[in-house]
């Protein structure tokens, strides 16, 4: 497995915006797809991004599109999601996951411990 742990979360404006990163360690970073996932309290997990091995590929979920961007460096083992015009129902636990390229979660086997993303109004 892939060890990953992220950073750049914290307290915004509505309007704002916050890179997202995620550093990747223990095995090859460009032989996984790499996603972002999100949880807000009482809800379940949901997809956000999805970047294929080589970055050639992304997907978004809709709540999201034309807002966020995910890429990815492999020469620096991290991806990232830059996130801008953020809304406060934005606000989650942000999670990176290292898998097959998908929107289902259980595509992904390496999790990290999440970061904290706060939108106020």
């Known amino acids: 497995q892939v060890q990953l742990v992220e950073s750049g979360g914290g307290l915004v404006q509505a309007g704002g915006s916050l890179r997202l990163s995620c550093a990747a360690a223990?095995?090859?970073?460009?032989?996984?797809?790499m996603g972002w996932f999100r949880q807000a309290p009482g809800k379940e997990r949901e997809f956000v991004a999805a970047?294929?091995?080589?970055?050639?590929?992304?997907v978004y979920a809709d709540s999201v599109k034309g807002r966020f961007s995910i890429s990815r460096d492999n020469a620096k083992n991290t991806v990232y999601l830059q996130m801008n015009s953020l809304k406060p129902e934005d606000t989650a636990v942000y999670y990176c996951?290292?898998?097959?390229?998908?929107?289902?979660?259980?595509?992904?086997?390496?999790w990290g411990q999440g970061t904290q993303v706060t939108v106020s109004s």
């Open positions: 970047i294929s091995r080589g970055g050639a590929s992304t």
């Open positions: 996951a290292a898998g097959s390229f998908s929107r289902l979660p259980g595509s992904f086997g390496s």
């Open positions: 223990g095995r090859t970073f460009s032989d996984y797809a």
